[in-house]
């Protein structure tokens, strides 16, 4: 099972600072990685598919890199709808796997 | 517009069953491969379960392989999960979502909540 890990566990960043999470695989998932979005009572979100492929309609403050093993989401200057759970997942192997989680606070 | 709804969760003793019902509308259902993923109370996404758009194909977690069985009624628009033997810590609440190409999710339900305890 590939484990994905994500870094920090909690991010504290004031309304339009930059934000940068991390996800990283524990073997590579080439370039099949998604990111979502959850805020609470919700159901998540797709935002970004094959590492840097926004999903429709999301805003271009979101962008995703990254290849192999390391991967980032980074969302340019924080929007309060933006504070939220960030989850990455890859899909290049079964089973699928999620991180841990980001949590992104208000500084 | 797409949607998604489950339905069929509830309280459950450890050791019962419990099926879910997921109903599709607003896109093709059977060109669609289709997963469940939970999330137990204050935790993290674990996905649980997948099948191929025509039904013939399926993977499951570890954690539910043997007590689990996904299916689909491409007639009805509706994706399933027949949960048996279930453990307290199957406790979460159960989204199903839709696939795209390759297996990530680009659409979820709302989620239905299954609580396993005695």
């Keep these: 099972e590939i484990v994905m890990t994500q870094s920090p566990a909690t991010l ?17 998932v080439s370039s099949n990685l998604a990111w979502y979005q959850q805020k609470p009572g919700q159901a998540p979100r797709l935002l970004i598919y094959r590492t840097s492929n ?11 890199s990254g290849s192999g093993t390391e991967f980032t989401l980074t969302i340019s200057s924080l929007q309060s709808e933006d504070f939220a759970v960030y989850y990455c997942q890859q899909y290049n192997n079964w089973p699928l796997t999620f991180g841990g989680g980001t949590k992104v606070e208000v500084k | ?7 069929g969760g509830g309280l459950v003793q450890p050791g019962g069953s419990l099926r879910l019902s997921c109903a599709a509308s607003g896109f093709t259902f059977s060109h669609y491969a289709m997963s469940w993923v939970r999330q137990a109370p204050g935790k993290g996404l674990e996905w649980v379960s997948a099948i191929s758009d025509n039904g013939g194909t399926t993977h499951y977690a570890d954690s539910v392989k043997g007590r689990f069985t996904i299916s689909r009624d ?3 628009n509706t994706l399933y999960l ?3 033997s279930l453990r307290a810590e199957d406790t979460a609440i159960y989204y199903c979502a839709k696939d795209s190409i390759g297996y990530y999710f680009e659409n979820w339900g ?4 299954v609580t396993v305890s005695s």
């Design chain 2, 74 to 76: 491409n007639s009805r």
């Design chain 2, 1 to 7: 517009e797409e949607q998604l709804v489950e339905s």
């Design chain 1, 54 to 64: 926004r999903a429709t309609g999301l805003p271009p403050r979101f962008s995703g």
């Design chain 2, 82 to 84: 027949q949960m048996n």
């Design chain 2, 110 to 113: 709302q989620g239905t909540p």
């Design chain 1, 12 to 28: 504290s960043v004031s309304p339009g600072e930059r934000a940068t999470l991390s996800c990283r695989a524990s073997q590579s």
